[in-house]
């Protein structure tokens, strides 16, 4: 079933299964609802109702072309639309990807609607803009840029501005208007199928540092991928995620992502409110073991350990890349009901 909310001035696609207490499911980028297609219904069967969205800007959801709209103080009111939508005073939150930001804000912005967290993307990834380095050293103002998404003393857009001069960066490439809606919009199959496949076990996300940034495209950066099908991925089941993307507006095809990153500045300014809040809900940390996306997360495991004072555990699943529920959804159903059933 489905069920459209208006979350204030926009509305929310949202896919739900199951009755009682309510899992929240948000997706990243690329996904969609129908990333969650493999938890649906063993949580349906386990006694749950299953709320898994198009987060704004995807699927269909609306897709304002105002990066405003998509910031983190925007995404909590939506979120929290939500669970006020279905009666949830508190619900499960499970985030991937930019869902997963979104679900760690929420457990520290209004613990007192999450009843637990399980996420995919470490504590330390500040575009969503927890500003939870807040405590780290300061760095010198000649200190070398690494791989990183902010510091306590760099708005994340001069950080990865000061990356692409040395290599390609999508961040940064993502930043101005146009030309990436253009890019990807007009080559939204191609696009899509490259990116999932970088992001995937068997990918090979950091091709682009090895491509220059003037006179290229995200399409320059991510390698060709095989030919579908795939091992987690059917031909069928990426048709729905293209067909989810596609719009008649080629500029808004791919507008929920894209906005998501230009949203750093402004949620790194938001975030300084939060910099010395730690995590408090019980936690669970699941992550595919190759994920390729780990290289941007310098000493994530000790961060967390540090900052998440609920954290019940970290689990890694074998041959999973970033898309751990798509790509080993059997073994990441087995925790992610195991652990719902400790916190009942």
């Known amino acids: 079933m489905e069920e459209r909310i208006d979350v204030g001035g926009v509305a929310i696609n949202a896919v739900v299964e199951g009755e009682g207490p309510v899992v929240l499911m948000v997706h990243g980028f690329p996904g969609l609802a129908w990333s969650w297609r493999h938890q649906m219904r ?20 609306d897709r304002p072309s105002d990066p405003a709209l998509y910031d983190s103080a925007h995404m909590q009111r939506y979120l929290l639309a939500i669970l006020d939508h279905f009666g949830a005073e508190q619900a499960y939150v499970v985030g991937q990807d930019f869902g997963a930001q979104y ?30 380095l807040g405590g780290a050293p300061r760095l010198p103002a000649d200190a070398p840029i690494a791989p990183v998404m902010a510091s306590p003393d760099q708005l994340p857009s001069a950080r990865f501005a000061a990356m ?32 999932f496949y970088a992001l995937s076990a068997d990918g090979d996300l950091w091709n682009w540092v090895g491509v220059e940034s003037a006179d290229h495209g995200y399409l320059d950066a991510l390698p060709p991928a095989p030919e ?100 080993q959804p059997a073994a990441f159903n087995r925790v992610l009901l195991d652990f719902l059933a400790s916190q009942r």
Not at 42 to 61: N, T
Not at 107 to 115: G, N
């Open 228 to 327: 579908l099908p795939w091992p987690w991925l059917s031909s069928a089941e990426f048709d729905r995620f293209v067909e989810g993307y596609d719009h008649p507006d080629m500029m808004q095809r791919v507008i929920g992502g894209l906005n998501s990153y230009r949203t750093a500045d402004a949620n790194w300014e938001i975030g300084r409110a939060w910099a010395d809040h730690d995590v408090t809900v019980p936690t669970l940390f699941v992550y595919g073991d190759k994920d390729p996306s780990f290289g941007f997360f310098p000493e994530w495991r000790e961060r967390m350990e540090r900052r998440v004072p609920g954290l019940t555990g970290i689990v890694g699943i074998d041959g999973a890349g970033h898309f751990v529920q798509q790509e």
């Open 42 to 61: 063993p949580l349906a069967e386990a006694g749950f109702r299953a709320v898994a969205i198009d987060s704004l800007g995807y699927g269909k959801s």
């Open 103 to 132: 679900a760690w804000n929420l457990a520290v912005r209004a613990p007192e609607r999450v009843r637990a967290l399980l996420t995919t993307i470490p504590y330390d990834y500040d575009l969503a803009g927890r500003a939870m």
């Open 164 to 195: 692409a001069e040395q290599h390609f960066l999508h961040l940064h490439y993502f930043q101005q208007v146009g030309p990436a809606e253009r890019e990807l919009g007009e080559n939204l199959r191609e696009f899509l199928k490259r990116d």
